[in-house]
């Protein structure tokens, strides 16, 4: 009932907020239902709980929390909280909600405390003089999303407590591990960004050096989460518990049951970045490419991002073709598998002068595999990769080039290294294993490949997808 009311709260509420105020602060509330589905995730309760709730909002999540342990056939003796929140028109509706949780707990019988730190979380627990010292044996958490900067307060708060990392939602994460004692256990629903990218392996580290990952849940409908917020980050829900043995994970959807599955196909024990993979059960294809035998250095391939940065060379560029210039390739001239080029009447540029100055950002003539690094959401495909089969010319930066130690690839090999790429299965593979649109560099190193010999096959046609996987 509580937790009803509190939704119809996040309902009127939300959309009231100011858009500014609410993107800075990350403000998304987490809808009921799925309120109730992370404090069920919890494990046995301690019999005296003390529970974090940091960006508690309108505190959906202490909420359903409480609503949880008094449901428990096993129910806590006690139950304290301690909220932060920054925003004071969001402290004043936790402090009903935490009022409403005292009623129904004093009804149950179950004692309750509370509190609400009107602060910075992060700055508030960084700072020695400030900082609460409290251990916390349940965290319950919907952090906020957004970028921290290399200067700032955040970052310099961070840092003393020995946490590098470049968004909040890590940020809050990190700290709330720091503050559990062992066996405390955190459920928490974030973006997915964290499982791969160069950006989120010290958070990752930190993750998977101070806790047992238990849960994973993953939804698969972009939006199911926050319908009503309208958010489209890919979120997902987990549960760690601090200071524990890792075993198995159990793996779950928005549409699929939880299943256990060995955590090194979680996280790969040959993993130098440590990603954390989201096999998702009944994809085939994708468990297929995760099963090929090579990743890129084995087949004596590597990838780079196209030299050419526009705005660096703007003197260099060139609408089109002329005597001294050499193609300028963006995303744009991907055509069929192959390359359009030039593009009349082309909003950037066809080509780039060859000159001294331009001499280092000129690949040599030849056959290279090229892949875009973004593609826009309603994209068909996440990896969109195609064949340069040219003279010497400039890749732009928004592409990712293969290449044999800066010279070509061999016809067969690049036609069979395009054909892997636009495959169906490594589509599913990025879909499932990595939470954003884009394909960088350190992706497609850690792809997955078929052998060298295997894709030579593939381009000369003697062999197919479906033969190799
Ligand atoms: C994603 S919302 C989630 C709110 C609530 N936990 C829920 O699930 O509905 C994050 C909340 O954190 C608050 N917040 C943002 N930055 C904060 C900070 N540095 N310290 C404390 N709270 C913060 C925002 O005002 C917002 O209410």
Not at 42 to 71: I, Y
Request: charged letters at 25%.
């Amino acid at each position: 009932m509580l937790l009803e009311s509190i939704d119809q709260t996040r309902l009127e509420v939300s959309p009231t907020l100011d858009p500014k105020r609410r993107s800075k602060l990350g403000q998304f509330m987490t809808p009921g239902r799925i309120a109730s589905f992370m404090a069920g995730m919890f494990d046995t309760l301690p019999p005296d709980v003390r529970l974090l709730d940091a960006g508690a909002g309108m505190g959906a999540l202490t909420a359903a929390f409480v609503a949880e342990a008094l449901g428990r056939d096993v129910r806590p003796a006690s139950i304290d909280v301690t909220c932060y929140e920054v925003d004071e028109r969001l402290a004043s509706i936790l402090d009903d909600t935490l009022a409403a949780c005292a009623d129904q707990c004093t009804g149950a019988g179950v004692t309750f405390t509370s509190r609400v730190i009107r602060d910075d979380y992060i700055l508030q627990s960084a700072e020695p003089l400030l900082r609460e010292q409290r251990a916390y044996n349940c965290a319950i958490l919907n952090p906020p999303y957004g970028k921290i900067n290399q200067t700032s307060e955040w970052r310099l708060g961070l840092r003393s407590l020995g946490i590098e990392t470049v968004n909040l939602y890590t940020a809050f994460v990190a700290v709330a591990l720091g503050q559990m004692e062992a066996g405390g256990e955190i459920v928490a629903i974030t973006p997915r960004s964290f499982c791969n990218g160069s950006y989120y392996e010290p958070f990752r580290r930190i993750l998977l050096a101070g806790s047992a990952i238990a849960n994973l849940h993953v939804f698969e409908s972009r939006r199911s989460s926050f319908k009503d917020d309208d958010v489209l980050q890919e979120n997902m829900i987990f549960r760690v518990r601090k200071g524990a043995e890792q075993g198995d994970v159990a793996l779950s959807t928005d549409e699929t049951e939880a299943r256990n599955v060995p955590f090194s196909d979680i996280v790969r024990p040959s993993d130098r970045h440590a990603f954390i993979r989201l096999p998702v059960s009944g994809n085939d294809l994708a468990d297929s490419v995760q099963a090929l035998p090579c990743v890129l250095a084995d087949l004596g391939i590597k990838v780079s991002t196209g030299r050419v940065v526009d705005f660096r060379t703007r003197d260099n560029l060139r609408r089109e073709p002329g005597a001294d210039t050499v193609p300028l390739i963006y995303p744009q001239h991907f055509h069929d598998g192959g390359i359009q080029w030039p593009i009349p009447n082309f909003r950037k540029h066809n080509a780039l002068a060859d000159n001294d100055d331009t001499a280092k950002l000129i690949t040599p003539a030849g056959i290279f595999v090229l892949t875009k690094r973004f593609t826009a959401k309603e994209e068909k495909r996440r990896l969109v990769a195609t064949i340069y089969d040219g003279e010497r010319a400039g890749f732009e930066n928004h592409l990712n080039y293969f290449h044999e130690n800066g010279e070509g690839l061999p016809l067969d090999l690049a036609k069979g290294l395009a054909a892997f790429l636009n495959s169906d299965a490594v589509d599913q593979y990025f879909r499932i294993f990595s939470g954003h649109t884009q394909v960088n560099a350190t992706d497609l190193r850690n792809l997955h490949y078929p052998s060298r010999d295997q894709l030579e096959a593939l381009g000369r046609g003697d062999t197919t997808m479906d033969d190799l996987l």
